[in-house]
C-alpha cells in the first residue's frame, strides 16, 4: 500500500463531521442574513474589512483545531494500519498544511469572481445596499454546487488516467488565461439567462430586495433575480477549475470540503472590500495562470516524481510567491501610470 493511496479521513468514518460542519455553517450564514444584514444597507469597507477579518480568522481556527485532532488521531492510525514511510506526526503537520494551501488557492481563484461581480452589478444597475442579499444566496448555492463536484471529484481522483487529465484540464486553463485576450462579458447573450426569461417575464425595474413578484397573478422575475442566475452560472464554472485545482494540493475530499467551504464564505466580504479598486490587480490574472498551470503539473507529473506527493511546504511557498509577485507588479504598474494598465 503507497503512502500517497490513504485516506485519513474517510467518509465512511467521518460522516458525522460533514454534516455537523455543514449545519454549522448555515447557522454561521442564518446569523449574518438574520442578525448582521437583516435591512438591507450599503456594506462599508470597515465594515468588510471587518467580516474578512472574521472569516480568515474562523478559517485559520479551523486549521489548528484540524492539526490538533489529527496529532490526536493519526498515532491511533498508525498502530492499528501498518502503513510504510507513514508518520503521525508529519501528516498531521501535512494535512494542516494542505488545508493552509487550499485555502489560499481557493482564496485566491475566487478574486476571478470578484470581477464578474463588478461586471453584473454594473450591467443589471444592482445599488450597493441590495448587493449583499444576492451575493448571500449566491454563496448558499455555491456552497451546494461544490458540495456536488467535491463529491464527483472525489470518486474521480481515484483513477490515474482522470488525475491527468485533470492537470492537462488546469495547465490548458491556465495557459489560456494567460496568453487569451480579455472579452467583454455580456449576460444578456448568457443562454440560460436567456431561456430564464422565457420561462419568466422580467420586470424593468427593481421591486426593492425581492428576487420575485406577483402582478396581476403573474410570476415576474426581477433585475436581482437575473444577476444572482448569471453569478450562479459564474460559479459553477469557475468550480470546473477550482475544485480539480485544489484535487492537486491533496486527495482527502473532508481537506477539500472545508478549505472550499471557509475561501467561499469570505467572498462576499472580500467583494465589498476589493470592489473599488480591483481595477488595479489586473496583473493578478497572469499568476492565476500560473498557479493552475503549477497546479496542473503537480496533478499530473510532480507528485508522481517525487513518489506519489510533492512537497507541500514548497507546493505553500511557490502558490504564495506567485500571487505575491502578481499584486505587487500591479501595483508597481498603477503607481507607475502605465498607460496600457487600464
Same mark, same amino acid.
Given at each position: 500500500m503507497r503512502l500517497d493511496s490513504v485516506v485519513l479521513f474517510p467518509f465512511s468514518e467521518y460522516w458525522w463531521f460533514y454534516l455537523g460542519f455543514t449545519l454549522f455553517v448555515f447557522v454561521l450564514l442564518a446569523i449574518d442574513l438574520g442578525i448582521f444584514h437583516r435591512d438591507a444597507h450599503e456594506v462599508s469597507f470597515k465594515e468588510s474589512l471587518t467580516w474578512s477579518i472574521i472569516w480568515i480568522t474562523l478559517a485559520l481556527i479551523f486549521n489548528f483545531l484540524l492539526y490538533q485532532y489529527a496529532l490526536w488521531k493519526f498515532p491511533q492510525v498508525e498502530r492499528l494500519v501498518s502503513i510504510p514511510g507513514f508518520n503521525?506526526?508529519?501528516?498531521?503537520?501535512?494535512?494542516?498544511? =494542505?488545508?493552509?494551501?487550499?485555502?489560499?488557492?481557493?482564496?485566491?481563484?475566487?478574486?476571478?469572481?470578484?470581477?464578474?461581480?463588478?461586471?453584473?452589478?454594473?450591467?443589471?444597475?444592482?445599488?450597493?445596499?441590495?448587493?449583499?442579499?444576492?451575493?448571500?444566496?449566491?454563496?448558499?448555492?455555491?456552497?451546494?454546487?461544490?458540495?456536488?463536484?467535491?463529491?464527483?471529484?472525489?470518486?474521480?481522483?481515484?483513477?490515474?488516467?482522470?488525475?491527468?487529465?485533470?492537470?492537462?484540464?488546469?495547465?490548458?486553463?491556465?495557459? $489560456?488565461?494567460?496568453?487569451?485576450?480579455?472579452?467583454?462579458?455580456?449576460?444578456?447573450?448568457?443562454?440560460?439567462?436567456?431561456?430564464?426569461?422565457?420561462?419568466?417575464?422580467?420586470?424593468?425595474?427593481? =421591486?426593492?430586495? $425581492?428576487?420575485?413578484?406577483? $402582478?396581476? $397573478?403573474?410570476?415576474?422575475?426581477?433585475?436581482?433575480?437575473?444577476?444572482l442566475l448569471f453569478i450562479e452560472v459564474s460559479d459553477i464554472i469557475f468550480a470546473v477549475d477550482s475544485v480539480p485545482a485544489i484535487f492537486a494540493i491533496t486527495k482527502e475530499p473532508l481537506i477539500v470540503f472545508t478549505s472550499n467551504v471557509f475561501a467561499i464564505l469570505g467572498l462576499r466580504a472580500m467583494y465589498f472590500m476589493l470592489a473599488g479598486v480591483v481595477h488595479k490587480f489586473r496583473y493578478l490574472k497572469y499568476g492565476l495562470g500560473v498557479v493552475l498551470v503549477f497546479v496542473g503539473l503537480k496533478m499530473a507529473w510532480l507528485n508522481e516524481l517525487f513518489g506519489g506527493k510533492f512537497p507541500i511546504v514548497t507546493s505553500l511557498f511557490i502558490i504564495t510567491a506567485i500571487i505575491a509577485l502578481s499584486i505587487m507588479f500591479s501595483m508597481w504598474k498603477t503607481k507607475s501610470g502605465d498607460k496600457n494598465f487600464y
Open positions: 503521525s506526526d508529519t501528516a498531521a503537520m501535512q494535512s494542516a498544511l =494542505e488545508f493552509l494551501t487550499g485555502y489560499v488557492v481557493e482564496k485566491t481563484l475566487a478574486v476571478d469572481n470578484i470581477f464578474i461581480f463588478v461586471v453584473v452589478f454594473g450591467f443589471f444597475s444592482i445599488p450597493l445596499k441590495y448587493q449583499h442579499r444576492v451575493l448571500f444566496f449566491g454563496i448558499i448555492g455555491a456552497l451546494l454546487f461544490r458540495i456536488i463536484f467535491i463529491a464527483l471529484g472525489s470518486f474521480l481522483i481515484q483513477y490515474q488516467f482522470i488525475v491527468i487529465l485533470f492537470g492537462v484540464f488546469l495547465i490548458l486553463t491556465g495557459i $489560456k488565461i494567460i496568453f487569451a485576450p480579455e472579452k467583454p462579458i455580456d449576460p444578456e447573450k448568457n443562454p440560460v439567462i436567456r431561456l430564464f426569461r422565457k420561462v419568466f417575464p422580467l420586470t424593468p425595474n427593481l =421591486e426593492g430586495q $425581492k428576487f420575485f413578484v406577483r $402582478k396581476e $397573478k403573474i410570476l415576474y422575475a426581477t433585475p436581482l433575480m437575473i444577476a
